[in-house]
Every structure is written in structure tokens, then in C-alpha cells.
């Protein structure tokens, strides 16, 4: 369409395509205004005031207008309004054109939909810098209403900071159609600050119009998230960085070249590495471990990995500076998502545990080693090898080349030292002669400082530049680059030192080898205190053996020169008794026959008690029935107890056989019954037997109870010791020895047996005797009746020879025997020999001792050479009654025995046994 206007606003021309979209004839428009022919009253009002712009400032000008047409549909049109101007350049009037521009219009729609449809908030700015479109997500993103924004340039939204540099970046865009992205923030109305990124870009327009968009994408929550993200790793940094050691996280790859992602501060101790040189080069931490380790790090990590476990590894590295360390390290792997394997972990330095432990293993090492030695010095009879054992084990296990021992020989002048053991690893390596390290005195120079140190106690060990310098050249001289000594102490105080040289390595020894060392050289000193002590005792030993065996033969023949004249005063005492009538002389033989065997009782004990203590005493186990025993008591007893009007009474439970010594039993009872009449003014003492069973072995308990003084409870144990009495001293009321009791239960003890004692004072006392050994046997004892009868009917044919060198002796013997026998006397073997060689004698007692020429046991051998005498029984007689000699003399010819001195019973019984025996 194109028409024509005067000024007043009246159509002078229009075209064929105007009256077209009119729908009037062209003579119904010209001279017509927009008001004659728009029924719509505000859009001819509105071409009318656009015509009045353009005429009124003579500009040309374009205009765009919207209506709804008769179908009602939208419809968009685009005008130009142009001024007519005269020649004299007055404005006569105006001409315009218009187009529809209805289908862009309803693009433009649907493209500022779609725009309006984004969520990213869109602003469209034209090359004035005029806000020209924002769209709904841009409103409700900064939550403002699109007018505020729309129509207006920055400076009137915005502070000037902001538009100066808004200007900078759009100006880039329209000078030189670039695109342009940056971050940006803007304070929302909130009060929270809106963070996002701006991507502004040139557009042109269907008209050539240049025009700014700008899009917008948000980045608050992603900057949070960065933020919170890196908060988060510097948390875990300072926490790492806290732990000791390296926290790391690596990727291993298949030649097990770490690459690290992750390593924090603590690395720096351990390897003197910055975390972030390790993470720019691995191989400057793989090239401080130490080859050895490496392998096993490497099958170690593949295991892990197959079976996705920890690992751990121990490992030594050398750092940049030349230390050696060790380093556990610990980690985990895992795949991450592009199928790396991943470790996370951690490596301390362990160095100090491991020096700990080393040192500890040492210290249990050579612990062990000084426990065994010593151990060995104490046990082994061979103390030199023992010794050189010790110094060469300890030498050995602390690597030195030398271990010794000096001794301090101390005399009241001076003090010095001795080397007394030496060990060498190598022989060149032997210290200086023996002879030239034998009383070193302390004093000299070199020598005090050394004394001084050791005396207090200290020990001294080091290289040798540790030493005054006064004190390194005989040092040197003998090699020594480092050594130890360690002071000795015994009860009396410094007694020497134990020292190891090391002459191959300048180096201080550690605190687990002095520990050690120390506690060795007090046992050392303990040590040489004991075996002084056993030397000593050894000494003392020898000493009181050769004095035991001076006692034995004192006895042996002070028993010899007592009991010989012993027997010929009691025998003539004896003999006197039959001769004499006067009541007054009989009262004198019974003193000297009660003086006489209280003297011989004391001199048997005596001797008893020195054979048992000599342990001389042979026990001669036989069975044997306790009834006769009972009897022999009964008999001997009932008589002595009714003398002091006491009652004797034996009971026993069965007739018991024993396997036991007879003989010693027998005089064990009989001493406690002697006792028990001592100590009993009246009423009665008993002998009970009886068994007991209660035991696993099957004791016979022999009790002798008396109604006697008893004894007090605090007397019970020393009673049994030897010479003991409860009465001692000036109070003594009862005679006797105080021997018996012990001699009793020490024999008893021999038997596997022992004593018991219940006693009260002034009511009476028990001695129990226990004794294993019970046979039981209802055996009577008609044997021994059977016997006394068969000897009796014998006795008057018999001949004896006595050979004795002794005068009295041989007097006393003819004058018993002479009465019952035919007797022959001889006073040396030779006669005796000569007799018996002559005559035919049924029984011989031969004296043993017979002087100067041959003796009974010489004598006894030849006459047993005669004929007829091979078998006759030879009884010897002697005074030495020491243990053994018994024995002796059985075996060697004679068949019977019989000590001296004897009572004429004794012999009387002798003659009936030799005749009954043979
Ligand atoms: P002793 O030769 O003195 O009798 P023992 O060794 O036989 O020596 O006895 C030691 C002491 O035990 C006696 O001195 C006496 O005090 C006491 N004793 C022994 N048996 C009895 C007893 N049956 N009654 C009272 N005291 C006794």
C-alpha cells in the first residue's frame, strides 16, 4: 500500500493496492483523513499522531501497527513515513508505504515462546545498549518484571562499576562480533547472591539489525558444590597432613611404577621429598628403596591386588641426605571406574621400633647366650674349657676379636691386675704376652684412670678416641679400635673386669650389650666368690675326712685297750663274786660290776654311734619271728621290773615274722624297755605288737609304754638328738649317756622305719617303734625249745682249746670253762697249732690279737689244715669290735664270734651255739 498526505492529514494520492485493502474506491479516499475512513477510533488517532511526528520534525520514520481484522484474525503491519518537502524545503506533506508483516510477526511469536519456554533466563540488548527483550526465566531469575529492564539502558539499572565493564564486554561483541562467555554474580532480591555464567552473541536481524543475546546459565549450586567439594579436600589435607607419615593414593601400573595422585605433607619426613615433587616424579621415592626390598614389594602388591586385600610391606629406603630408614607402609586398592587400580594408604617411619627391636633381639640373643655359659661354668667339672667357652661365646655373639678376664691381686703395698683368661678370634690377634699382662699395677699412668672408673662401678667402652689421649697408644699398640670392660665385684668388693676388644671396627656398644654385659659380670663375681667357696670347702672337707678317720681308728683302738682290761676286771669280779662270803665284799663286785658295765654300755654306744655316723654299718635283712624277741625280753625283764616292784607285761596280736635286721631291733627294744625301767618308780611297763594297715606298706608297730616321769612336750625332739637329756647339766637326776634314744631312732631310720613318742609328765610315756617288713606266719616258736634240749644232752664230752696271749683273759676263760669242759690253754699259734695237732678238740676259741708272733686269723688257717679240723667250729675272739671286722673275720675261717669283754653267760651261750651249729 502507498499513499500520499497533505499537512492536514488528507489522502492526496493512493495506490491501486491501498483501495484493494480499503475496500473503497479511490475517489472515496482522496481528500478523506484516517478518522473519515478507520471506524477504529484509537488507531486513527494513532496514524494520526505518527503523521503529525513525521511532520512536525521533518523525519522520516517507520511505524509498526497491530489489528485484528474483520475475520478476526491478527494482522501486523510495518509503515513508513516519509516528509514531502517544497523546493524551498518547506513540508508540504508526507508519503508512506506499508507492507503486512503479519507471518514474521507470528514467527517472532513463536521463537519469543520458545525463548520465553527456556530455563535459561535470555536478554536481548540492541546496539544503543537498550534492553529490548528479557524472557520469563530471566524474570524469575533475578525476580523482576520484564518492564523494569525493557526500554532501558545499564546505566539506568545498573551502579557504574557494573556498566563499565557491561560496556566492555558488549562493546567486544558489536565491535567484533565475537562471543563472549564469563562468569559473573548479581545480589538477588533476596539478599542471596546469584552466580552464573553469561554467553552474549551477535544477532542480526531480518532487517540487518544488530542486536546483543545474552544467555544465562546458573551456577550457583555447581560453584557450591565446587566450593563445598574444596573444603572438603582441604579438610582432608590438614587431617592428612596431621597423620605422621605419608598419606597417599597412587596408581600402580603394570611395571609397579607408582604414579601418585595424592601425598600428603607428612612424606616430607620420610623421604625428604615435597608431596608435590612425588606427584611430578614417583621414581625419585622408588629409587630410595633399598633392592632387596624391592621384590618382595612387588609380589607382595600383586597378591593384593588379585585378591583386592591390604598390603602391607616393610621396606628400608636411603634417603637424600644418606639415611637409612625403615618404612612400613599399608594400603588398599580398589578399581576405580575406568578400571585403574587405585591404592590408598599410608607409610610411617618405623625405623625406631625396628632399632627397638633389633636391639632387643640382640639383647635376648646374648641374654641367652650369657645364660648358658654361666649356666655351664657352674656345672661343668672342667672349669678351663668352661671358662674359655664363656669368653669365646660372648666374644663371638658381640662381634669383637678379644674377650678376657683380669683379676686384681690386691696386697696392702700395691694394687694391680692380671690378665687370667683370654679368648682370640684370630691367633694374630692374641694380646701381648701373659707374662707382660701379669700384675699390671694400677698406679701407673695409663692405668689409673681406668681403676678409677672401674672401682666406681662405671663401665668403660667406646673407640678408642673416646679414651684420654694418655691412654691410646698402648691401645693402639694392641690393635684396639673400640672396646668394653665391665667391672667385677665379689663379696669383698672390685675384683677384676671382663673385657672384649673389637679390633676391626671403631664403634660404641649398645645399651642392651652393656645391660647385658653387667648383669654377666655380676653373676662373674658371684661366680669366683663360690668357687673360692668350694675350694675352701673342699679343703675343709679333706680335713674333717682325715680327722673322721683319725676319730674311727682312736676309737678303733681305744675300744681295743678298754675293753681288754674291761674284761678281766668284770670277768674276775664275776669269778670273785663265787669265792667270796661276806655280804660287805659282794657289795663291793656288785659296784665294780655295775661301774664296770655302766663304763662298758657307754663304751658300746660310743662306738655304736660313731660306726652308724661312719655309715660302716652294714644292715643284714633275714626273716625272723618278733615272739622269740618277746620272749628274751619277757624272760630278762619280768625279773628286773619285779625287782623294783613294777609290772612287766607283752602282748602281742599274732605271731608276726619280719623281713628285717634282727639283731638291730632287738637292741632298739631293749633299749627303750632300759629306759623305760629307768624312768619308772611304779606301776607297769608294757611291750605291745600289733600291725598296721592303714598304709600301703604294712608296718609292725612294737609299742614300749611306761607308767613313768614322762617327758615334757618342748623335750619330745632333742631326746632323740645325741648326748641330749632332759635333765642336763648340775641338775642331772638320772645317769646314762644320752645317747641311746638317738642311737635308737638313727637305727630304726636305718631299718625304713621310725620312732614315735607320746608322753605326759608324771603320767607315763609311749615310744612307738614303726618298722616295714611284716610277713605274716602262725609259725610257734617250738624250734627253739627243740634245740635247748638237743644241746644239753652233749655237753660233757666236749674239748676246748682257748688260745690267748692275754694272762688275765686266759685265766678268766679256763676258769669258766673248766668246770663244765676238758680245756686246753695255748698262749701263741704256734702252740696252739702244735696242740691241735696232737689232740682232737671239738671247739676252738682263738684270740685274735696274739702279740708279736702269728695271729688268730694265721693260726686259725693252718689248724684248719690238720685233719679233722676242716669243719670244727673255731669261735674268734677279740676286743675290736669295730664294725666289719665281724664280717671279716667270718670269712675267714672261723665260724663264730664273740667281742670282748663278755659275760660268762655270753660265752656259756657261745659254747651251746658252736656245738649246736656244728
Ligand atoms: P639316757 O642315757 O640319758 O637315758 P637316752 O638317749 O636313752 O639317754 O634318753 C635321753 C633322755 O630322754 C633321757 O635322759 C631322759 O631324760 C629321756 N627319756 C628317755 N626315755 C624316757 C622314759 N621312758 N621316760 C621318761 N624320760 C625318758
Excluded at 8 to 17: A, I, L, M, R
Excluded at 26 to 37: T, V
Excluded at 75 to 102: C, H, Q, T, V
Excluded at 720 to 735: H, I, K, L, M
Aim: proline fraction near 3%; include cysteine.
Amino acid at each position: 500500500m502507498a499513499w500520499m498526505k497533505d499537512t492536514n492529514g488528507k489522502f492526496v494520492s493512493v495506490n491501486s493496492q491501498f483501495c484493494i485493502q480499503m475496500g473503497l474506491e479511490r475517489d472515496d479516499i482522496i481528500e478523506k483523513k484516517d478518522s473519515d475512513l478507520i471506524h477504529d477510533h484509537k488507531l486513527s488517532k494513532k496514524y494520526e499522531s505518527e503523521d503529525l511526528e513525521v511532520l512536525t520534525t521533518g523525519i522520516h520514520k517507520q511505524f509498526e501497527d497491530h489489528l485484528i481484522d474483520t475475520k478476526g484474525n491478527d494482522r501486523w503491519f510495518e509503515s513508513f513515513k516519509i516528509p514531502l518537502f517544497d523546493s524551498n524545503k518547506n513540508i508540504i506533506g508526507l508519503a508512506g508505504y506499508s507492507m503486512e508483516i503479519s507471518d514474521r510477526k507470528h514467527n517472532e511469536r513463536f521463537i519469543n515462546t520458545i525463548i520465553n519456554s527456556l530455563p535459561n533466563p535470555v536478554l536481548v540488548k540492541n546496539e544503543k545498549f537498550e534492553w529490548i527483550y528479557v524472557n520469563n526465566a530471566f524474570c524469575n531469575y533475578f525476580n523482576v518484571s520484564a518492564e523494569n529492564f525493557v526500554g532501558k539502558t545499564n546505566d539506568q539499572i545498573f551502579a557504574p562499576s557494573r556498566v563499565k565493564y557491561l560496556l566492555e564486554t558488549e562493546l567486544e561483541v558489536f565491535n567484533n562480533g565475537k562471543t563472549i562467555e564469563y562468569e559473573d554474580s548479581f545480589p538477588s532480591s533476596s539478599g542471596e547472591t546469584l552466580e552464573y555464567i553469561i554467553r552474549k552473541s551477535l544477532l542480526i536481524n531480518a532487517k540487518g539489525e544488530r542486536m546483543l543475546i545474552g544467555v544465562i546459565t546458573d551456577i550457583t549450586d555447581r560453584n557450591k558444590n565446587i566450593a563445598a567439594l574444596e573444603r572438603n579436600e582441604q579438610q582432608l589435607r590438614n587431617i592428612t597432613d596431621c597423620i605422621p607419615g605419608k598419606v597417599f593414593q597412587m596408581e600402580l601400573f603394570h611395571d609397579n611404577y607408582p604414579k601418585f595422585h595424592f601425598v600428603s605433607k607428612g612424606a616430607y619426613d620420610i623421604y625428604e621429598l615435597q608431596p608435590e615433587e612425588i606427584i611430578e616424579n614417583a621414581g625419585l621415592i622408588t629409587a630410595q628403596i633399598d633392592p632387596l626390598d624391592k621384590i618382595s614389594m612387588i609380589t607382595n602388591s600383586n597378591e593384593a591386588l588379585e585378591n583386592l586385600a591390604n598390603w602391607e610391606q616393610e621396606y628400608r629406603i636411603q634417603t637424600p641426605s644418606g639415611k637409612i630408614k625403615w618404612i612400613r607402609a599399608t594400603a588398599v586398592p580398589f578399581k576405580n571406574k575406568d578400571d585403574i587400580n587405585i591404592w590408598t594408604g599410608v607409610s610411617i617411619d618405623i625405623t625406631e621400633k625396628k632399632l627397638v627391636e633389633q636391639e632387643l633381639k640382640k639383647r635376648t640373643e646374648l641374654l641367652e647366650i650369657a645364660t648358658k655359659e654361666l649356666n655351664n661354668l657352674l656345672t661343668n667339672n672342667d672349669f678351663e674349657s668352661a671358662i674359655l667357652s664363656f669368653l669365646s661365646s660372648l666374644g663371638e655373639k658381640l662381634i669383637t676379636n678379644r674377650a678376657y678376664i683380669f683379676k686384681n691381686d690386691n696386697t696392702e703395698i700395691t694394687e694391680t691386675t692380671s690378665l687370667i683368661y683370654e679368648w682370640v678370634s684370630e691367633p694374630h690377634y692374641k694380646q701381648l704376652q701373659f707374662s707382660e699382662l701379669t700384675k699390671i699395677p694400677f698406679s701407673i699412668n695409663a692405668c689409673a684412670w681406668f681403676y678409677r672408673k672401674l672401682k666406681n662401678g662405671q663401665v668403660i667402652q667406646g673407640t678408642i678416641d673416646d679414651f684420654p689421649s694418655d691412654e691410646q697408644p698402648e691401645l693402639i699398640r694392641q690393635n684396639i679400635k673400640s672396646m668394653i670392660l665391665v667391672p667385677v665385684f665379689n663379696k669383698t668388693g672390685f675384683w677384676g673386669f671382663l673385657g672384649f676388644d673389637d679390633c676391626k671396627e671403631s664403634r660404641v656398644f649398645t645399651e642392651a650389650e652393656t645391660y647385658v654385659l653387667q648383669a654377666t659380670a655380676a653373676s662373674l663375681g658371684a661366680f669366683f666368690d663360690r668357687k673360692e667357696y668350694e675350694t675352701e670347702l673342699s679343703t675343709a672337707k679333706i680335713k674333717a675326712e682325715e680327722s673322721e678317720k683319725l676319730k674311727t681308728n682312736f676309737l678303733a683302738n681305744m675300744s681295743h685297750e678298754l675293753r681288754t682290761p674291761l674284761n678281766g676286771i668284770l670277768g674276775f669280779a664275776n669269778i670273785l663274786r663265787s669265792e667270796l662270803n661276806s655280804p660287805d665284799h659282794i657289795d663291793i663286785i656288785d659296784t665294780i660290776e655295775l661301774s664296770g658295765n655302766r663304763l662298758l654300755e657307754t663304751l658300746n654306744l660310743i662306738l655304736d654311734l660313731s660306726t652308724l655316723e661312719s655309715n660302716q654299718l652294714t644292715i643284714k635283712y633275714q626273716p625272723f619271728s618278733i615272739t622269740s624277741i618277746i620272749q628274751e625280753c619277757a624272760e630278762v625283764y619280768t625279773s628286773k621290773a619285779a625287782s623294783k616292784g613294777i609290772i612287766f607285761q607283752t602282748h602281742t596280736a599274732q605271731h608276726y615274722h619280719l623281713l628285717s635286721d634282727e639283731k638291730i631291733l632287738k637292741t632298739v627294744i631293749k633299749k627303750l624297755l632300759d629306759n623305760a625301767l629307768k624312768y619308772t618308780k611304779s606301776g607297769i611297763i608294757k611291750l605291745d605288737v600289733s600291725h598296721d594297715t592303714s598304709d600301703s606298706i604294712n608296718y609292725l608297730l612294737i609299742k614300749v609304754s611306761d607308767t613313768g616321769i614322762g617327758i615334757k612336750p618342748e623335750y619330745h625332739a632333742t631326746i632323740f638328738e645325741p648326748f641330749r637329756q632332759v635333765s642336763e647339766g648340775y641338775t642331772r637326776e638320772y645317769e646314762g649317756s644320752g645317747l641311746g634314744l638317738s642311737l635308737a631312732k638313727k637305727y630304726i631310720n636305718l631299718l625304713k622305719g621310725d620312732i614315735d613318742l607320746k608322753s605326759e609328765p608324771e603320767k607315763g610315756s609311749e615310744f612307738t617303734i614303726k618298722i616295714p617288713g611284716v610277713i605274716h606266719d602262725n609259725q610257734n616258736d617250738s624250734n627253739e625249745n627243740l634245740i635247748q634240749t638237743h644241746i644239753t644232752q652233749e655237753i660233757s664230752k666236749l674239748n676246748i682249746l682257748v688260745v690267748e696271749d692275754d694272762f688275765t683273759n686266759r685265766k678268766y676263760l679256763e676258769m669258766i670253762l673248766k668246770k663244765r669242759y676238758n680245756v686246753s690253754v695255748a698262749d701263741n699259734g704256734a702252740l696252739a697249732f702244735l696242740l691241735a695237732k696232737n689232740s682232737k678238740f671239738d671247739i676252738i676259741l682263738m684270740d685274735i690279737n696274739l702279740g708279736r708272733e702269728m695271729n688268730g686269723v694265721e693260726t686259725t688257717e693252718l689248724i684248719r689244715t690238720l685233719d679233722g679240723y676242716k669243719d670244727i667250729p673255731i669261735a674268734a675272739v677279740t676286743a675290736n669290735a669295730m664294725s666289719g671286722q665281724r664280717e671279716r673275720l667270718l670269712n675267714s675261717g672261723f665260724t663264730h664270734y664273740i667281742s670282748k669283754p663278755f659275760k660268762k653267760d655270753d660265752l656259756l651261750n657261745l659254747i651251746l651255739n658252736m656245738i649246736s651249729n656244728s
